[in-house]
């Protein structure tokens, strides 16, 4: 594999890992928002039955979201290590024919959306002339 694909690798790696990330903190903030109208609709029924049936009905305390979240976390670290072991089994490499297909249509996109307008590709990146709309 070479250096470019290794750094390709590593880079889906790494935003992958970001996402998964990113997911199970979403799973931890809804998990937030359950206890918080847990602990709404607690104090709603509060006036209308005895204390001790609201120690009964309370299901989501403090200790059962503090698992929750130790749980979500778990899994969530689990499935980044288990993905960067899957990753070591395999080559990734770039179809840059694919993606210089990609950038012409894309070209051609700008180009037929606009007025007067030519887009050309340069080593830095994409040269325009005129304005798109």
Do not use: C, W
């Not at 709404?40 to 059962?64: C, G, M, T, W």
């Not at 694919?98 to 950038?103: D, E, F, G, P, V």
Request: no cysteine.
């Amino acid at each position: 594999m070479s250096e470019k694909d290794s750094k390709l690798k590593e880079f889906a790696l790494i935003q992958l890992k970001r996402n998964i990330t990113n997911l199970y903190k979403n799973y931890i903030i809804l998990a937030e928002e359950l206890q918080k109208d847990h602990d709404i609709f607690l104090k709603k029924i509060e006036k209308h039955v005895p204390a001790e049936y609201i120690k009964d009905v309370d299901y989501f305390d403090s200790n059962r979201y503090t698992y929750l979240r130790k749980r979500i976390l778990d899994m969530g670290n689990e499935l980044n290590r288990d993905l960067e072991k899957y990753f070591d089994l395999i080559d990734v490499s770039l179809n840059e024919e694919a993606l210089s297909k990609i950038q012409n249509d894309n070209i051609k996109s700008l180009i037929s959306s606009s007025k007067k307008a030519t887009v050309s590709a340069t080593e830095k990146g994409y040269k325009v002339k005129g304005k798109l709309l």
